[in-house]
Structures are given as structure tokens and as C-alpha cells.
């Protein structure tokens, strides 16, 4: 129970028994003017009964405003929900477009790195080949010019 709803409390029975301990005067007749006419009633029953009026509008009126509160909270929280929800969908949509993504990127760097190392492998094959050609060919110059020297030294050799 909250400071307020105590001391709210505490004003309704501090009221409650003042109207028991005076009792008899609440009960005693007076004469009233309803500003067209006059009757003879009792003032404090009548004073009590406009309190106690009084008191029902204005919980009747915070019973109101609770409940609005209450729908208020309800629809917030629906609404929330939805947001929530909205948000999550989002991101998974953003995960699922982002994997989609590196995966096209990825496919797209093994593209290339086959792609570069089938031009290695081409010019490896061309060195190759150009090493090869090279060798071949210095071996062919080499032969040459050994056949040469062997012939200047048979030669040589007979003139000796």
C-alpha cells in the first residue's frame, strides 16, 4: 500500500468517525434554502451523502483512467511486438543477403585464383618450353663448336 493510498484512507475513517461520534447532530433538522424554496432536513446527512457522492465520481474516475492505461499499455506493447518483430525480420533479411553476398564474392575469388593460376601455369609452360628451347639450342652451339675443336685438333694431330 502506497503513502498516499494510506493517507487517503486514514481522511475516510478520521471522516467516518466524526460522523459517528456526531451522530445526533448530523441528524438534526435545520432549515435549508434551495433557492427557490425551503425545507427542513439534516444538513450533516446531507453534506455526508454529497462526500460520499463526491468519493464514488472520483474513484469511479481513477477506475477510468486505469483502465485506459491499461488499453494504452496493451496497444504500446502491441505495437512494440510488432516493431520487434519488424526489426528481427530485418535483420535476418540482412544476415541472408550478407551470406548471399559473400558467397557470391567468395565464388568470385576462386574464379580468379583459378583464373590466375591457370595464366601462371600457362607462363610456366611458356618458360618451359623458351628453357628448353634455350638448352636445346646451346647444346646444339656446344656440340658445334666441340666438333669443331676435334677437328682442329685431328687436324693438328696430322700435321704432327
Not at 22 to 39: G, K, V
Not at 50 to 69: E, H, K, N, P, R
Amino acid at each position: 500500500m502506497t503513502l498516499k493510498t494510506f493517507a487517503l484512507l486514514l481522511v475516510f475513517a478520521v471522516l467516518a468517525l466524526f460522523a459517528i461520534v456526531n451522530w445526533n447532530s448530523f441528524m438534526a433538522p435545520t432549515n435549508l434554502w434551495l433557492l427557490a424554496a425551503s425545507i427542513n432536513a439534516p444538513l450533516g446527512l446531507i453534506l455526508l451523502g454529497f462526500i460520499v457522492l463526491i468519493s464514488l465520481l472520483f474513484l469511479i474516475y481513477i477506475a477510468y483512467l486505469q483502465t485506459v492505461q491499461l488499453s494504452e499499455t496493451r496497444r504500446f506493447n502491441k505495437e512494440l511486438n510488432l516493431q520487434r518483430e519488424l526489426a528481427e525480420n530485418a535483420e535476418t533479411s540482412r544476415i541472408t543477403e550478407l551470406h548471399e553476398f559473400l558467397k557470391a564474392e567468395s565464388a568470385k575469388a576462386e574464379g580468379k585464383a583459378r583464373e590466375s593460376q591457370a595464366e601462371l601455369q600457362n607462363h610456366f609452360d611458356q618458360l618451359d618450353r623458351d628453357l628448353r628451347s634455350v638448352i636445346e639450342t646451346t647444346g646444339n652451339t656446344l656440340a658445334a663448336y666441340m666438333g669443331e675443336l676435334e677437328d682442329r685438333l685431328t687436324k693438328q694431330q696430322m700435321r704432327e
